[in-house]
């Protein structure tokens, strides 16, 4: 009887210290998970505000340039010669306006586009992740 006693004892304590270091093995993971997802929102972050950068660094410059370009055609137009010079000047200066504007939001829109893409991917990377883990635990 004492020998049975003892071994459900062995068997008892055996069980119950596999238990505790699955359950410590289990926090440590869960600890690490969430220090890389933590990891990933702030590369994410990181990657989102250094676009936005680029963003409103390539607003600035087109809108000096296009400042710039205002003060040259008002220039031009106030020494024209003629009526018909003044025309051509303006017609010249809204055409090419607008061309720099559409290039400028092309750029923009690809930056934008670049950056979201860019700033998404570790984020996408975490959720593939928890599917993952997700999936092993079923």
């Known amino acids: 009887m004492n ?3 003892e071994t459900m ?3 008892s304590n055996q069980a119950v210290k596999e238990g505790f270091e699955k359950a410590m093995k289990a926090l440590e993971d869960a600890r690490s998970f969430n220090k890389e997802t933590v990891d990933a929102v702030i590369e994410s972050a990181t990657v989102a505000g250094k676009g936005m ?3 409103n660094a390539s ?3 087109y809108a000096k340039n ?7 055609a008002t ?6 010669k003629s009526l018909q010079e ?3 000047i303006q017609s010249d200066f809204v055409k090419a306006s607008f061309e720099a504007y559409m290039a400028e939001m092309t750029k923009s829109s690809e930056l934008i586009a670049g950056t ?3 700033s998404v991917k570790p984020l996408n990377e975490r959720l593939t992740a928890t599917v993952e883990v997700a999936q092993s635990i079923r």
């Open 116 to 118: 979201f893409k860019d």
């Open 59 to 61: 607003a600035i410059a």
């Open 75 to 80: 220039k031009a137009v106030s020494s024209a």
């Open 9 to 11: 004892t062995t068997a």
């Open 3 to 5: 020998e049975t006693v």
């Open 53 to 55: 950068e680029a963003v």
């Open 66 to 72: 296009s400042v710039n370009e205002s003060v040259a």
């Open 86 to 88: 003044v025309f051509e």
